[in-house]
């Protein structure tokens, strides 16, 4: 927030009664807060869906006793009985609006400026609705293919997640809409997700979990963040102090509006005094136990208005963007051809054999479609993110539209509509494709078993589907699979079909950007967001997931996705980055340059193919993943600090720039419990996926002093006595204990590094005394103090090409 709101927010908040500040913080109803009339400070109303709208008109009242349970948990529900699914209840009865690829899916175009114009579209469907909040985007990283809300996350790395979320609310914020970054933090299971604790250690939590949510936020400002329903380390994160005072506002210097997720508050004076603003929804117990808290001084004042002003400040900012920002009326002709865009720009794939991709006219003479998924798509995942959609293309429909007029297509379904088997309809696929030219299977996994409040049992693929497309390539060789998923699926037929393109929740334009894909209309240049797993025991999280006795442990670390599959020497079934085209790219002239900050890092790439396309250029930076020493810490082998999306005719080559900045080389040291520049060599790595790379340079960097451990009375010798003036210090302390002169104290000294004892025990038995622990654990604290304290500039130096 600027000065400016802050400051007029906080007059108003000092005009305001003890029960108008109560009910500021706790929420109106399901959707908006409650505003002080009084004031003429107007309440805001906030809708799902980072994907498109989902605005419920008849939760939507002022009535501040409209929190019907049943409502709530019908745009919640998810169910895997084809019977009790409608999609009017699981939709909330909401308006139609434009459903735009998941953000799982949009991260698979590793496009920032398609990342804002969806944003811009959201911004401008939600200003004609009348709401002033979209509650998103969501980044928790997909840590496991498993999490039912994987679909609504970016990627299973920070950056990519940081940077398309930072182009999203750009987006909706630029067009005086306020996004809501959620949920703070490592909410990455459904699993008992309002009580499981998330137990993450800090180096991981910093450098993975946290990270994406720090790059967010410094790149676009969000006007909210959302806390999530999960313990962290112990303690519910919208009462968590620690994340949110000291890493959110005072780390990172978060200004904004922080709120809860809906009944995520459980203890709500504890919630406020931790720092967290709004309650939502309205919940007439939260707010009693408030006002008591409030009333006997276990909640000063000064707390609850800290509250009020992020609130009224909020409101006063988006109040002032709606009356500068106008913006038109929706275009939702305009917003479909959108979503048609942004699905053709992050369908990925996978593999294209021998070019059996794209179709022409002579091999699709001939051509059959497998699936219930070609008539009736799922464009969507179920839970609070879903859209019910103004328009759906249909892949079948599509597919005929774009096809030479002399070609035709036969439609089988192959299984029944919920995906289980039929024998007879299994049998006419089979009988069908004995005839046809080229197959393409349109196939998924069960529907809605996975989304909000469910995670997936399992990464498998329908059985009937799985099953069809493995006795189809025992006598057919041209077959093609496209994938509707929610995250990665495991494929056991993958190498004898002849090619793969993953769609996964693909928006209402699905079918028509398939269809051009196939054809040939698009040259896809989409690249996969998360590594593929060959098997689901590959997965990083698979020993630890999703918990047990109310812990979630996250026994891998810092070694999150391809991380893990880089240092564990595992072949994935897709790489993390990976993705075909129909064109072809090639990198050369790689120069590295030192900064003042880092390090600018430039390269050209060609389009060497016949047709236009686009190139995902990625650079990553690599070190010697073992620790040298007890001393320094292990590293990823390989980790993403940058990325550009180019598109070039054929034949066009193009500069590419991407700078490194001082935390793009550092590591968080748990130490110094700050980020650290390690001195040594790197490797600064270009790349078409994280397994593909085509460019290496080496970069040397002077950076901050060796990262120590905390030294304490029970830390061996040999280890503090390596740490700079600890020695001098030690020598002088004990030549004055025992008198001895300082060179007779360095030599009974010198033995000491070798023994294996704490650095107390072993001076007490070498030197026959029983030395003063206090001033022992002052000598070590000062140590500690200075190896914090040093922080000095780094400085970059490029050696050589390595290609």
């Known amino acids: 927030m600027t000065n ?41 109303l906030m809708v799902d869906g980072s994907n498109g709208l989902r605005v419920v008109p008849d939760q939507i009242s002022t009535d501040t006793q409209n929190t019907d349970l049943g409502a709530f948990l019908n745009a919640v529900e998810t169910t895997d009985d084809p019977e009790k699914r409608d999609d009017n209840v699981l939709l909330g009865k909401s308006i139609p609006a434009t ?227 106008t913006v038109s009326r929706p275009n939702f002709v305009v917003h479909h051809d959108l979503a048609r865009k942004a699905a053709s720009r992050a369908c990925v794939l996978l593999k294209n054999q021998n070019d059996i991709l794209p179709l022409t006219p002579k091999s699709c003479t001939g051509l059959l479609v497998i699936g219930t998924g070609a008539v009736a798509p799922e464009i969507q995942g179920a839970g609070s993110a879903a859209v019910r959609p103004i328009r759906c293309d249909i892949p079948l429909e599509c597919l005929k539209t774009i096809a030479p007029i002399d070609v035709p297509i036969q439609w ?132 630890g997931y999703p918990g047990e006795q109310g812990k979630h442990f996250y026994r891998e670390g810092i070694f999150v996705g391809y991380r893990f599959f880089d240092i564990r020497q595992i072949k994935p079934l897709f790489p993390f980055g990976h993705g075909l085209s129909y064109t072809s790219f090639t990198y050369d002239a790689l120069q590295l340059t030192s900064t003042q ?68 080389l550092a590591y968080f040291d748990t130490v110094r419990d700050d980020w650290t520049v390690p001195t040594g060599t790197v490797s600064v790595d270009i790349g078409a996926s994280s397994r593909d790379i085509r460019l290496s340079a080496s970069l040397h960097i002077v950076g901050d002093a060796a990262p120590t451990r905390w030294l304490d009375l029970h830390t061996p010798p040999g280890q503090v006595l390596e740490i700079s003036g600890v020695k001098k210090d030690l020598v002088a302390w004990l030549a004055d204990v025992t008198g001895q002169s300082i060179v007779e104290t360095e030599t009974q000294l010198a033995p000491c590094t070798r023994s294996f004892l704490g650095i107390y025990d072993t001076l007490c038995w070498s030197f026959g005394l029983e030395l003063d622990e206090t001033r022992l654990t002052h000598i070590l604290d000062d140590a500690n103090r200075r190896s914090r304290a040093k922080k000095p500039a780094i400085t970059a130096k490029h050696i050589h090409n390595d290609y």
């Not at 929420?27 to 004031?39: D, F, M, Y």
């Open 4 to 44: 400016t709101f802050g400051a007029e927010a906080a007059a108003l908040v000092a005009q305001m009664t003890i029960t108008e500040k109560l009910d500021l913080v706790c929420g109106n109803g399901l959707w908006r807060t409650k505003g002080v009339p009084r004031l003429e400070l107007p309440s805001l």
């Open 99 to 325: 459903c735009f690829p998941a953000l799982s899916v949009l991260a698979n175009s590793w496009d920032i400026t398609l990342a804002h114009e969806i944003g811009t579209a959201l911004a401008i469907e939600c200003r004609a609705a009348g709401a002033q909040i979209l509650l998103g985007p969501g980044i928790n990283l997909r840590r496991s293919p498993l999490a039912g809300r994987g679909f609504e996350y970016f990627s299973e790395d920070p950056i990519l997640t940081g940077e398309m979320a930072a182009g999203v609310i750009r987006g909706l914020q630029d067009n005086g809409v306020g996004a809501s970054l959620k949920h703070f933090a490592c909410n990455n299971s459904e699993t008992e997700r309002i009580s499981m604790d998330s137990v993450v250690e800090p180096r991981a939590l910093h450098e993975v979990y946290l990270l994406g949510f720090e790059r967010a936020i410094a790149k676009s400002s969000p006007w909210t963040v959302m806390t999530s329903y999960n313990r962290l380390n112990g303690v519910q994160t919208a009462q968590n102090s620690w994340l949110l005072r000291d890493v959110l506002r005072g780390r990172w210097s978060y200004a904004g509006m922080i709120m809860s997720d809906w009944h995520g508050i459980q203890d709500l004076p504890a919630a406020i005094s931790a720092g967290n603003d709004l309650d939502m929804p309205f919940n007439a117990a939260r707010r009693r136990r408030l006002k008591d808290a409030v009333s006997v001084g276990n909640v000063p004042t000064r707390v609850l208005d800290e509250a009020c002003i992020h609130i009224a400040a909020l409101t006063l900012r988006i109040a002032d963007a709606q009356r500068r920002l």
């Open 412 to 543: 089988e379904a192959g299984w029944s509509a919920n995906g289980d088997d039929d024998a007879l309809l299994h049998n006419a696929a089979l009988a069908a494709a004995r005839s046809a030219e080229t197959v393409i299977v349109f196939a998924s996994p069960p529907p809605c078993i996975s989304g909000e409040n469910a995670d997936r049992p399992n990464l498998a693929l329908c059985p009937s589907h799985d099953r069809l497309i493995a006795e189809l390539t025992t006598f057919h060789s041209r077959v093609i699979v496209v994938l509707t998923h929610p995250d990665a699926v495991v494929l056991p037929w993958a190498d004898n079909v002849q090619a793969i393109l993953s769609a996964g929740y693909a928006g209402s334009g699905y079918g028509k950007a398939v269809a051009d894909i196939l054809f040939g209309h698009t040259n896809p240049s989409g690249k996969t967001s998360v590594t593929w797993p060959m098997r689901p025991e590959d997965c990083p999280a698979f020993l």
């Open 597 to 664: 900050e880092g390090a600018s890092v430039r390269f050209t790439v060609s389009n060497t193919g016949t047709r236009a396309g686009r190139e995902i250029c990625q650079l990553y930076l690599r070190r010697s993943p073992a620790a040298a020493n007890r001393a320094l810490p292990h590293h990823p082998l390989r980790a993403l600090k940058g990325f550009t999306s180019v598109s070039l005719e054929a034949g066009e080559s193009r500069v590419v720039d991407i700078a490194l900045n001082r935390r793009d």
